[in-house]
């Protein structure tokens, strides 16, 4: 354990200043709460303390219309002028009926005797659902024991939700506020089907095409009465079936593209002679962009692949993922499955699930302008980080996600694995995040959020949790583990303090201790906005270890470069070229310049470039720099 101050009201009064342990515990709101080397909380080493410091967790909240909104500057005035749906009652301009903005466009309106009122979708208060409560980002529990799911949109106030239930049918659930959900269907093949049986069905697809109602999922399908799952001379297959009506009558599964070349539900183990991708096996999912239909799928072959066909040209085989195909990283297993689609301001995204769903489960996504160039090709970037203990034991994961949309705002419905002691899947429950985008348009990490802090020579650090409703978790990652490293990312969980899960979106400020002899006090606070994947916590007098460098990604196949500009406006360039960074959007800079084989010390640089290139035409690079400070350990650049 690290010595730390005592907090001179300690020192002077009483012995009511030590915890069950010994550890001195300040008065409520000191710094000193969150301690550098052993947590703070008493015998429960853990439990959150008080603190007075916590960043607001809801701005322009309002309970309705007051007589300085626009069109009513004066409600002292008889004749006060108030805007289109409103008038004016006891001085006040209010809305007599709904309009477009009544509820800001996040709430449903409805209007009453005293004027309207909006129920707020959720994550928004207020009166008029214009301002944003702590749970915007949180995390919520849609329906436990329901994995693989898959959500569906039929408009605003209507969601269908249908997942991996009991392996011999499929659930189908519906919900007005994607909240609460209630069974609609339950979707029993076996009984519509005379002659086969089916089991281990899971990871259906609903969407709704030409006014009918498909549903997509993968099962084993035998003869009726047959022992099922069957022997080795059958794999699993993916079966399409439909429904004309919201009623969801669903009728006999049917093979796909049987008797084809093209893609095709292959019941029989192996690969069609045409190659194993034409074999559609799992995770089926439909996507229609506005110009064509998608069907995205699961194929077998040195693991699990990702590949799609347009439904007007089903030969034209895109391939998006997989060890067949693509480098994957270790952690991968080989599994690139569970794919989703769908569209945000003019791109386009694949989500897709790594690990196995008991072991590395976790999400990714590439973005792209077009669903053909949503590749691996692209760059691939993490979601979400399978959570373990300080002893490495997993106790939580996540994946097969689907994206759904509701009144501008983007939700993951995705299923969380659940891990007793010994990091073994006791439970997969689906739940439902709201998604932050970066200015970039790609999507901000699940719960994980990567942080860096100055260099002070010498010095070592630890890291305290300051939570939405006041508490800290100090030491969250102690100095024992950090020592004098400048970042560390957090993924939801204090490894010195118990091993206790905090979600990033209860996160409302990191508090970063740093010492040279062994005496913790004044830290630096840094607030957090609950969502974000990286933060920066300045340290007075620090200098930058590291800077880690993102940019914007351009066309499929560009390789980028990084110039650097000292201070006496010299260039290196390149100083890590495209041999080193090739087609990657990121780069962490320690002042090493592989290309140039020099080094460029932190503090004597002012400016950093990127340049862009296509087919290695270097003549005609694209380039963009940012002036750099010494200190900041993130710098995002955008090329134009």
């Known amino acids: 354990m690290r010595l730390r101050l005592a907090p001179l009201a300690c020192i002077l009064a009483s012995a009511a200043c030590f915890d069950d342990g010994g550890v001195i515990a300040g008065p409520v709101g000191d710094?000193?709460?969150?301690?550098?080397?052993?947590?703070?909380?008493?015998?429960?080493?853990?439990?959150?303390?008080?603190?007075?410091?916590?960043?607001?967790?809801?701005?322009?909240?309002?309970?309705?219309?007051?007589?300085?909104?626009?069109?009513?500057?004066?409600?002292?005035?008889?004749?006060?002028?108030?805007?289109?749906?409103?008038?004016?009652?006891?001085?006040?301009?209010?809305?007599?009926?709904?309009?477009?903005?009544?509820?800001?466009?996040?709430?449903?309106?409805?209007?009453?005797?005293?004027?309207?009122?909006?129920?707020?979708?959720?994550?928004?208060?207020?009166?008029?659902?214009?301002?944003?409560?702590?749970?915007?980002?949180?995390?919520?529990?849609?329906?436990?024991?329901?994995?693989?799911?898959?959500?569906?949109?039929?408009?605003?106030?209507?969601?269908?939700?249908?997942?991996?239930?009991?392996?011999?049918?499929?659930?189908?659930?519906?919900?007005?506020?994607?909240?609460?959900?209630?069974?609609?269907?339950?979707?029993?093949?076996?009984?519509?089907?005379?002659?086969?049986?089916?089991?281990y069905i899971w990871a259906p697809d609903l969407t709704r095409h030409d006014g009918a109602y498909h549903l997509y999922f993968s099962a084993h399908r035998v003869a009726s009465g047959a022992a099922c799952p069957p022997g080795a001379a059958q794999d699993v297959a993916t079966f399409h079936t439909s429904a004309p009506t919201l009623d969801l009558e669903f009728g006999v599964p049917e093979l796909i593209h049987d008797g084809t070349p093209w893609p095709r539900t292959r019941i029989a183990s192996g690969c069609p002679p045409e190659g194993c991708s034409r074999a559609i096996r799992i995770d089926a999912a439909a996507f229609d962009d506005g110009a064509e239909r998608w069907l995205f799928y699961v194929w077998f072959q040195g693991g699990n692949n990702i590949s799609s066909f347009p439904f007007s040209n089903p030969d034209a085989v895109t391939h998006h993922a997989g060890p067949a195909l693509f480098a994957v990283q270790p952690f991968e297993e080989q599994i690139n499955e569970a794919p989703d689609v769908f569209a945000r301001a003019g791109k386009h995204y694949l989500s897709f699930s790594t690990g196995f769903f008991n072991s590395q489960y976790a999400m990714f996504h590439v973005v792209s302008d077009a669903v053909g160039d949503l590749t691996r090709s692209r760059a691939v970037r993490r979601h979400s980080v399978p959570i373990r203990t300080s002893a490495d034991i997993l106790v939580e994961t996540h994946g097969h996600n689907s994206i759904v949309e509701r009144r501008g705002e983007f939700f993951n419905v995705f299923h969380v694995g659940s891990f007793d002691g010994g990091g073994n899947l006791t439970d997969r429950s689906t739940h439902k995040q709201r998604i932050a985008f970066k200015p970039d348009g790609s999507i901000h990490g699940l719960n994980f959020v990567d942080l860096r802090w100055p260099r002070l020579p010498g010095h070592e650090y630890s890291l305290d949790v300051v939570t939405r409703d006041g508490g800290v978790y100090g030491p969250c990652i102690a100095d024992a583990l950090l020592g004098s490293a400048t970042s560390v990312r957090f993924a939801g969980i204090c490894p010195s303090a118990g091993d206790v899960r905090v979600a990033k979106s209860d996160v409302a400020a990191f508090r970063l201790y740093y010492s040279d002899d062994g005496i913790w006090q004044d830290p630096v606070e840094q607030p957090y906005d609950g969502f974000s994947d990286q933060l920066f916590l300045p340290i007075p007098g620090g200098t930058a270890a590291a800077v880690e460098l993102h940019w914007n990604e351009k066309v499929t196949g560009t390789e980028y470069s990084l110039d650097v500009r000292r201070t006496d406006d010299t260039w290196v360039a390149p100083c890590a070229g495209e041999s080193v960074l090739g087609t990657d959007i990121s780069y962490v800079f320690t002042g090493a310049c592989p290309t140039a084989g020099n080094n460029v010390a932190l503090q004597d640089v002012k400016e950093l470039r990127i340049c862009s290139a296509v087919g290695n035409d270097w003549a005609n690079a694209i380039c963009a720099s940012v002036p750099y400070d010494g200190v900041q350990g993130f710098v995002d650049v955008s090329i134009p």
């Open 31 to 199: 710094p000193g709460t969150g301690s550098p080397g052993e947590a703070t909380g008493g015998s429960t080493g853990g439990l959150p303390t008080s603190t007075s410091t916590s960043p607001p967790t809801s701005t322009g909240d309002t309970t309705g219309p007051t007589g300085d909104e626009p069109g009513c500057p004066d409600v002292t005035s008889p004749d006060c002028p108030c805007p289109p749906g409103q008038v004016l009652k006891d001085s006040v301009c209010v809305h007599e009926t709904c309009a477009a903005d009544t509820c800001h466009g996040h709430g449903v309106c409805a209007e009453g005797p005293d004027g309207v009122t909006c129920a707020c979708d959720e994550g928004f208060t207020g009166g008029r659902c214009d301002g944003r409560g702590a749970d915007f980002y949180s995390r919520t529990l849609l329906m436990p024991g329901l994995a693989d799911p898959d959500i569906y949109k039929e408009h605003d106030d209507l969601f269908l939700l249908t997942g991996t239930g009991s392996s011999l049918t499929l659930p189908i659930y519906e919900s007005t506020d994607l909240l609460e959900f209630h069974e609609k269907k339950i979707y029993d093949p076996a009984a519509l089907d005379p002659a086969h049986d089916y089991c």
